[in-house]
């Protein structure tokens, strides 16, 4: 059972190049999510699913798309990557009752040079 | 609109003494509220959470967290800290009553430094 996987772990990209990040679970949940860490702003959520098919912004959606074609994969997408979206991403999923917690990935680290 | 506030950017506490992490939150509806831990160059776990019933909850690793509605506070507990427990703290919150279904929002985070 490998929960929550981020692919890739690491990434350089130079500003104005695109990327997707992709985020697939194996627990069948319906709530999927993409937080950015930054030092000292916590955890800031980028946009949020509630099923296949649906997505919903989040505190800081701007400069991202995403996308729920399948239930078990949450796609995270940079159009035109700034040096502002050098950031830790994190990827969760939970059970659709909201009393249920959320699972995280590990994390991917992009830098935007 | 649902919000997480965590007061304190660094909790620092000798080895066996009272920790307390605080966080507060503001929600149009009841809350469901958890707390979670990062060690460094991790992912978040989850440590405990409160949906409702008893006020005092406990989860993982000896740490327990006390629900306060009228002050709207999820304040975190461990009786005596270990070293072992140097790490980021999170706390966050689902409204019960939203337009904002499922969201799930986090604090800024409190790192706790446990010194021998």
């Known amino acids: 059972n490998a929960g929550v996987t981020q692919t890739p772990k690491f990434r350089v990209l130079k500003t104005g190049q695109s990327m997707t990040l992709l985020c697939a679970q194996d627990?069948?949940?319906?709530?999927m999510y993409w937080y950015r860490q930054d030092p000292g702003m916590g955890l800031r959520l980028i946009h949020y699913?509630?099923?296949?098919?649906?997505?919903a912004k989040g505190e800081v959606p701007d400069g991202y798309n995403v996308s729920r074609l399948k239930k078990q994969n949450f796609l995270l997408g940079l159009e035109s990557a700034a040096p502002s979206q050098t950031s830790v991403y994190f990827c969760?999923?939970?059970?659709?009752?909201?009393?249920?917690?959320?699972?995280f990935g590990q994390g991917t680290r992009l830098t935007v040079v | 609109a649902q919000s997480v506030a965590q007061p304190e950017d660094q909790v620092n506490v000798a080895e066996g003494n009272p920790l307390t992490v605080k966080c507060t939150y503001s929600?149009?509806?009841?809350?469901?509220l958890f707390w979670y831990v990062q060690y460094p160059n991790r992912g978040l776990q989850f440590l405990l959470k409160?949906?409702?019933?008893?006020?005092l909850v406990k989860g993982s690793y000896g740490f327990e967290a006390e629900f306060n509605k009228s002050q709207t506070s999820f304040h975190l507990k461990k009786p005596s800290a270990l070293v072992s427990d140097s790490a980021l703290y999170f706390c966050?919150?689902?409204?019960?009553?939203?337009?904002?279904?499922?969201?799930?929002?986090f604090g800024a985070g409190t790192q706790v430094v446990v010194t021998p």
């Open positions: 969760a999923s939970s059970l659709q009752e909201m009393n249920t917690e959320a699972f």
């Open positions: 627990m069948n949940h319906e709530y």
């Open positions: 699913s509630v099923g296949e098919g649906t997505t």
């Open positions: 929600v149009s509806g009841n809350p469901y």
């Open positions: 409160y949906i409702t019933g008893d006020n």
């Open positions: 966050a919150v689902r409204d019960r009553a939203t337009d904002s279904w499922g969201k799930l929002q």
